[in-house]
């Protein structure tokens, strides 16, 4: 399946397995040089992106981010994923869907347009894997998949922040009251959901279940690890991975920085040990490039989307997806 095609294999490839070979710095930006395209038939797994920072409620420019993370992903199309040790796109058909268009000059459009856009991808039979964005994104990403998968789904959710403050007004725009939303609307289970990371305080938690920063620091990534598979089990999970959940030391180019943190290393260990888990959909989302040095927290998304395209490609050679 793997294709011997040197340059450009975003727009020259013509199956949607396999690798091609690039210069690093130069060429079409894709997601991992994966083929940019609308077309659905055939694909196990579509990225877009959603440009989306109307919601931050702190410091914007997540709306560059998609862009930050497709450029920062050219060094992982090269060589096989460590620790991997081979192609996920010999396993995977992934395309890059590119991104969601909306009116960002008619807000209230927007959660409307971002489900439908996923509705359009997971009717082809696709799993998404979404780039963001500020974090509003995932909950009409929720209302998708919930449709698509049956609700409620489980949730995965790394985060300095829970996002469950309260907020009844159903057309605001707002990063840090998604889960609050989907609990109510009943699009995730709180008992079989868990959040990981946090390290900011609020008084209703939403009965879901935490790992906060200190808890992964003293008892370390495999336990934390073993602590979000026991909760969630084999229930359809959606993953969303909010990059300040890594410190600003690993991760500075966000809208909310939170120090105390997880580490990358940390982060991409319990990331890579999902594949008992049941992921229907992902999201990696909060980068925000002119914050960012030397574009290590795009780097860090990168690694992260890379990783869990990587958890998927080895639970389907397991026949488990």
Same mark, same amino acid.
């Given at each position: ?33 994966? *083929? ?59 395309? #890059?869907?590119?991104?969601? +268009?909306?009116?960002?000059? *008619? ?13 359009? !991808?997971?009717?082809?039979? &696709? ?11 995932? +909950?009409?990403?929720? !209302? ?20 469950? +403050?309260?907020?009844? *007004?159903? #057309? ?28 900011? +305080?609020? #008084? ?6 935490? !790992?906060?920063?200190?808890?992964? =620091?003293?008892?370390?990534?495999? &336990? ?42 940390? &982060?991409? =260990? ?7 888990? *049941? ?24 690694? !992260? ?17």
């Amino acid at each position: 399946m793997t294709q011997t095609l040197s340059g450009d294999g975003a727009i020259r490839r013509t199956s949607l397995y396999g690798s091609s070979i690039e210069n690093t710095y130069a060429g079409v930006l894709s997601f991992m040089r994966r *083929n940019y395209t609308r077309e659905l038939a055939g694909a196990d797994v579509v990225i877009s992106g959603v440009p989306l920072d109307l919601s931050t409620t702190f410091r914007p420019g997540a709306r560059l981010g998609p862009a930050a993370v497709r450029a920062a992903s050219v060094q992982l199309a090269e060589l096989k994923p460590f620790p991997w040790g081979f192609d996920p796109f010999e396993e995977l058909a992934v395309t #890059d869907y590119g991104d969601c +268009w909306f009116d960002a000059h *008619n807000p209230l459009t927007i959660r409307d347009t971002i489900t439908e856009h996923a509705r359009t !991808i997971l009717a082809s039979g &696709a799993k998404m894997l979404t780039l963001g964005g500020d974090h509003f994104i995932t +909950w009409p990403l929720l !209302i998708a998949h919930a449709e698509k998968y049956g609700k409620p789904l489980s949730l995965i959710h790394f985060d300095a922040h829970c996002d469950t +403050w309260p907020d009844d *007004n159903r #057309d605001s725009l707002n990063h840090g009251t998604m889960f609050y939303k989907a609990v109510n609307e009943g699009l995730i289970d709180p008992a079989r959901s868990v959040q990981v990371g946090l390290r900011t +305080w609020n #008084d209703d938690f939403m009965g879901i279940p935490r !790992i906060d920063a200190p808890t992964v =620091h003293e008892i370390g990534a495999q &336990a934390t690890l073993e602590r979000i598979k026991a909760i969630v089990g084999d229930h359809p999970t959606y993953l969303t991975f909010d990059i300040d959940c890594l410190d600003p030391a690993f991760a500075p180019g966000t809208g909310t920085p939170v120090p105390g943190g997880l580490t990358s290393a940390q &982060a991409l =260990h319990i990331v890579r040990g999902m594949t008992d888990v *049941n992921l229907v959909g992902m999201d990696v989302v909060e980068v925000s490039p002119p914050f960012d040095n030397s574009e290590i927290t795009a780097l860090a998304a990168a690694h !992260i989307a890379c990783d869990l395209l990587c958890v998927l490609a080895s639970r389907k050679k397991a026949g488990l997806a």
